[in-house]
């Protein structure tokens, strides 16, 4: 089942494929081949974007490059630092925000509006899987960019869809 409560045919473990250390820094090379060279963020809406952004900011910090990697929570935390950005987001960065798996785009758009509150400019929408092929019209409508590592076709897959 997705996360819209729809079923599909097929299903990718993305986090399971990322979590494996072999893929790892092949994940984050693939990922910073496509970033551009001014970006100095790299995350999205948690748990989704967790490990690809962590990931890439980790093994970027041994390619010689600067991105700070952070989360955007679900819902403000009351508590401790408070609010929806976790990590080293600063304002005025320039970020990617990323998923492991998108069909809709919707959490990619969510954490694109939370970053762009708090101060920073998206200039990118990046995930590892594009299952949906919708999404980059969507952002476009948005004045964004979308991007992918992989799309359904190239896994052997039809889109799912909007």
Do not use: N, Q
Request: glycine share 14%.
């Amino acid at each position: 089942m997705l996360k819209s409560g729809r079923t599909s045919s097929w299903f990718i473990d993305s986090k399971k494929t990322i979590g494996e250390p072999a893929v790892m820094t092949d994940l984050a090379d693939l990922m910073l081949a496509k970033i551009p060279s001014d970006a100095t963020a790299i995350g999205g809406l948690t748990m989704g974007a967790d490990g690809v952004a962590f990931i890439t900011a980790g093994v970027a910090a041994t390619r010689g490059r600067h991105l700070r990697g952070f989360s955007v929570r679900k819902e403000v935390k009351d508590h401790g630092a408070g609010g929806r950005i976790a990590g080293a987001l600063e304002p005025g960065d320039r970020v990617v925000i990323t998923e492991d798996t998108v069909t809709r785009g919707t959490s990619l758009l969510e954490a694109a509006h939370v970053v762009h509150e708090y101060g920073a400019t998206v200039v990118l929408l990046l995930a590892v899987v594009d299952r949906g092929g919708t999404v980059g019209d969507m952002a476009a409508k948005e004045g964004l960019t979308f991007d992918a590592l992989f799309c359904a076709p190239d896994l052997g897959f039809s889109y799912e869809g909007a």
